[in-house]
């Protein structure tokens, strides 16, 4: 994992997702998924991009099934897109950048 994404856990999701400041892009992700190892250099440079901004992590279903359990994590990669503690947007599967760009943008651009 990058030094700019953060590994989030059973134990510390609440405090590092629900009660964020920031925004926060999670992958719900397992180690012998081939599609998350698609997303995970994705995610990098979305850490990297976003540095600041929004918090950009992994929950590793397999080691933390209650939040994957929560959140009724079916299929990986599933990435969601959290707000206030809430999610406010979702996708699941490998994605291109782009897509993950816009959904992000949606959700940092202020309201006028």
Known sequence: MSDNVLEFTDA????????????VIIDFWAVWCGPCRMVAPVMQDLASDYAGKLKVGKLNVDHNP???????IRSIPTILL????QIVDSVVGAVPKQNLVN???KHLTPAN
């Open 66 to 72: 209650q939040t994957a359990m929560i959140y009724g």
């Open 103 to 105: 959904m992000i943008e």
């Open 12 to 23: 510390t999701f609440e405090d590092d997702v629900i009660n964020s400041q920031q925004p």
């Open 82 to 85: 959290f707000k206030n503690g």
